[in-house]
């Protein structure tokens, strides 16, 4: 099966490709945006790799699910395409980061700007079924999103895990500490960001780390 996706993470991830779970999982998301509406839209589904080259990656971000609503989600974790109003949880991540860094809040929600400069937004699950939170859940993208996690990982150096609540934090142990920096936080949304995401000062520290192992800065 041909998969389009950014060359370096097709070279990197191509075993992945081959394996049956992958297929299977393949076979569904063709089924899925065959007979309902899916998000985001089908060229989007590796938009966070196609920003974000392997050999650019410095920072990762892991999120759950993409925004399930019509418009919202553009393959970037947390991110909604421009012109759509902030979801919440996106809302407070600006705001941390006007706390944090003095960057006023912008009028779009899109992070690409994040992405091409090195930060992979990276959703476990990569596609949703319409108003249907989780539906694409347990069908194969947890594996391979943890695969990708794994090679970053495994295979660079220095780079900056954001593990924004349990559930990220649980798909974070993979990564190896002892060469990485993981910064860890309640999540950004309404319901937990009162109970430590806001005064982590995330960006702050990526940055701190990024500077002492001379590494560019992201421009958040």
Not at 14 to 43: D, R
Not at 57 to 74: E, K, L, M, S, W
Not at 159 to 177: R, S
């Amino acid at each position: 099966m041909e998969v389009k996706i950014e060359s370096s993470w097709k070279e990197k991830l191509n075993n992945e490709f081959e394996k049956e779970y992958f297929k299977s999982l393949a076979q569904f998301v063709k089924s899925e945006y065959q007979n309902h509406t899916v998000y985001p839209p089908g060229k989007l589904i590796f938009n966070a790799f196609d920003h974000c080259s392997f050999d650019n990656t410095r920072v990762v971000i892991i999120g759950q699910d993409p925004y399930h609503g019509p418009g919202q989600a553009n393959g970037l974790c947390f991110s909604v395409a421009d012109g759509i109003r902030k979801p919440p949880s996106l809302l407070n991540i600006f705001k941390e980061l006007k706390s944090d860094l003095g960057i006023d809040i912008r009028e779009s929600g899109n992070l690409e700007r994040w992405a091409e400069q090195g930060v992979l937004l990276l959703n476990a699950t990569l596609t949703v079924r319409a108003n249907t939170a989780g539906s694409h859940q347990k069908k194969g993208w947890e594996e391979f999103t943890d695969a990708v996690i794994r090679t970053v990982s495994e295979e660079k150096e220095n780079v900056v895990f954001i593990l924004w609540g349990a559930y990220a934090q649980k798909k974070g142990e993979i990564i190896d500490a002892s060469k990485h920096f993981v910064i860890k936080s309640a999540h950004p949304s309404p319901f937990a960001a009162d109970r430590g995401f806001f005064g982590s000062r995330p960006f702050s520290r990526a940055n701190e780390y990024l500077k002492d192992n001379g590494k560019e800065l992201v421009r958040w």
